[in-house]
């Protein structure tokens, strides 16, 4: 039997997702910086807070659907990771208001 990792379509999905979340971490490591010298506005904060949440649910998404039936058992960390992460994309505002303030930042045509 071929163990999991050897499946291309599972090391396809792996790289996706810390493609993802590398991507993801180096903006919020950039909001992060400007927070601290006090330049971060708010639609880029929304931004952050928009793209990351999205992220993570997706990447969340895959992993539990690479664990298959395994994913949604409450034993395994994952299980845990999927429903945790939903709130994200909803405390603080949620995922519409944040594209509504991006939306609103953007230059307006002529």
């Known amino acids: ?14 790289a996706e997702v810390a493609t993802e979340a590398r991507v993801t971490r180096a903006f919020i490591d950039e909001c992060l910086e400007l927070h601290v010298k006090g330049k971060l506005d708010i639609p880029t904060a929304a931004m952050a807070k928009y793209w990351s949440s999205e992220r993570a649910q997706q990447v969340a998404d895959t992993c539990l659907q690479l664990h298959g039936g395994y994913g949604y058992v409450d034993e395994y960390p994952i299980a845990r990771a999927w429903t945790d992460l939903r709130i994200s994309q909803i405390y603080a505002g949620t995922t519409e208001i944040m594209k509504e303030i991006i939306a609103r930042s953007l230059p307006k045509p002529s």
Request: hydrophobic share 45%; no cysteine; aromatic share 22%.
């Open 1 to 14: 039997m071929k163990p999991i990792f050897g499946f291309q379509n599972t090391k396809f999905k792996l």
